[in-house]
Structures are given as C-alpha cells and as structure tokens.
C-alpha cells in the first residue's frame, strides 16, 4: 500500500547530476532501495532476480553511473520490478549518483532511503532490518558484518584490517559513536537526515566517494540516533574482487576523504546544531 505523500522538499541549492529518469511503474511503499551501479552486468542482474523474489514490497531505484553493458536498460529492469531507473550523464562517481537517488526518493516522498551496492557482495535479504530500524526511529543505519548476526564471507585481509583498525576507528572517533563496518554501502537514511539543511547531501563536493564517509559521521554529531544492523557481505571464492577502489593512489584518495569528514571539513555551511 502507498503512504501519501509528504510534502514536497524545497530544492532549492540542491546541485543533482543531469541524467535521463525512466519512471517504470508507480510508487508502492514507504522506503525505497537505491542502488548505484556502473557496469555490473549479472551481477546486478542477479541482485535484482534475488531482490524480486523475496517480494519484500520495496520500491527498487537503481542510480546507473552510465552503464555501457546493457544492465541499465529500461526494459530488462522493469521485468526485474524496477520501480526507477536514473542514468546519469554528467560528471561524477558514486557521491554523484548517490546525489541522484536521494533527490529522486526525496521528491517522490519516500520516507526512507536504503542503499546497496549493486555488485552482488550484499545479501538483500537483509532489507527488512533496516526498515525496522528506520521506523523504529533511527536516523541512519549502518550494515555491519561485525556485529553479532552479521557475517564475513572471503572478505580480502588487507580490507579486513583497513576497517577493523583504522577506517572504523576513526569514523567513530569522529562521530562519537561506535561504528564497525564503515567501508559498507549497505544503509539506511530517514528523510529527516537527508533533508536537514546542517547535513544538506546534495552539494557537488560530494563526487566521489566523500557521503560515505561524511554521513555517519555528520549524522552521529547531530544527535541522530544512529544504529548498526547484521548483514552478510560475501566476496568470491576464485577472481576478481567487485569493487571500484584500484590501486595505491585510489586508496590514498579514500583516507584523505575520510580525514577529511572527521575534520568536519564537508559539513554544510551556515548555523550549525
């Protein structure tokens, strides 16, 4: 069933990437998934099938970076239950598409905003949790694979110690709450969160891969109540790692960024709470 809308939110300021929006079928619950991809290929696809098959009654929203595979056609994701397909066709990474999906869910009236990546390293059967979460209040929400009920699957050592012992530690420093799992993608975000002019997510410094590491710490210093939920983030067996993060230079960019948040170096100008 469809909640009513809420009132629109004013736009004003907000720097969204130009992009083609295909509205695939009407608007049928209260939060919405949104997941940023770029040349997945099955492995979105699979996601997808999975996401469809539970029939967990969540809008699916998926926020292409431009996919040149064919995963982003209109009509191959509407016969996946795709409520919205947004193709971007302007600068930017995954903050860039993220800008996107918020904006579009926002407008829509959605009342929660679930992201997952969309490299089938995530199991979605996790979803309800963070709508549980959310309408119990919460104002962001963290998957974990850390915390009791989540589960690490094959997960690459030099990434495990990178959290365990720096990315975590110092996101949670910073936001003077305890996080576990600060790399994942996988989170929930309350309309209030996304429309706090203090937080204020659709700005063009946010590019790249900087909202990641912002949001839990602008949220947590706000006062938002902010909580972690299990999930199960299993990379392959054999092959390559699914991940857009390569090399020394990319993994250097991705730990200024984050000192960069703790500093409080991307918080909105203007009155602060």
């Given amino acids: 069933m469809t909640s009513d809308l809420q009132a629109t939110p004013d736009t004003t300021g907000w720097a969204v990437p130009r992009g083609d929006v295909h509205v695939l079928r009407p608007r049928a619950s209260r939060h919405c998934v949104v997941i940023p991809v770029i040349n997945e290929g099955e492995r979105v696809l699979g996601q997808l099938r999975r996401l469809r098959d539970l029939g967990l009654d969540l809008d699916v929203v998926v926020a292409d970076g431009g996919s040149t595979d064919g995963s982003n056609d209109p009509e191959l994701l509407r016969d996946l239950g795709v409520r919205a397909v947004l193709v971007k066709r302007d600068s930017g990474k995954l903050s860039a598409q993220l800008r996107m999906g918020f904006a579009y869910a926002l407008t829509e009236g959605y009342e929660g905003v679930i992201t997952v990546d969309g490299n089938g390293k995530d199991d979605v059967s996790a979803l309800p949790r963070f709508v549980a979460a959310?309408?119990?209040?919460?104002?962001?929400?963290?998957?974990?694979?850390?915390?009791?009920?989540?589960?690490?699957?094959?997960?690459?050592?030099?990434?495990?110690?990178?959290?365990?012992?720096?990315?975590?530690?110092?996101?949670?420093?910073?936001?003077?709450?305890?996080?576990?799992?600060?790399?994942?993608?996988?989170?929930?975000h309350s309309r209030a969160l996304l429309l706090d002019p203090r937080v204020?997510?659709?700005?063009?410094?946010?590019?790249?891969?900087?909202?990641?590491?912002?949001?839990?710490?602008?949220?947590?210093?706000?006062?938002?109540?902010?909580?972690?939920?299990?999930?199960?983030?299993?990379?392959?067996?054999?092959?390559?790692?699914?991940?857009?993060?390569?090399?020394?230079?990319?993994?250097?960019?991705?730990?200024?960024?984050?000192?960069?948040?703790?500093?409080?170096?991307?918080?909105?100008?203007?009155?602060?709470?």
Avoid: W
Avoid at 144 to 157: E, I, K, L
Avoid at 161 to 166: E, S, T, V
Avoid at 239 to 245: E, L, R
């Fill in 134 to 188: 959310l309408d119990a209040g919460a104002g962001f929400v963290q998957g974990s694979r850390y915390v009791p009920g989540g589960r690490s699957v094959n997960t690459p050592r030099d990434r495990h110690l990178a959290i365990k012992l720096f990315h975590a530690p110092v996101t949670s420093l910073a936001a003077r709450t305890r996080y576990t799992d600060t790399t994942n993608g996988f989170r929930g």
């Fill in 200 to 273: 204020a997510p659709m700005r063009e410094v946010f590019d790249t891969y900087e909202l990641l590491a912002y949001l839990p710490i602008r949220a947590a210093r706000l006062g938002y109540r902010c909580t972690e939920v299990p999930v199960t983030r299993a990379y392959p067996d054999a092959g390559d790692v699914p991940t857009k993060i390569h090399g020394r230079r990319a993994q250097f960019a991705l730990v200024e960024i984050l000192l960069r948040a703790a500093l409080g170096r991307y918080d909105a100008p203007g009155p602060q709470g």
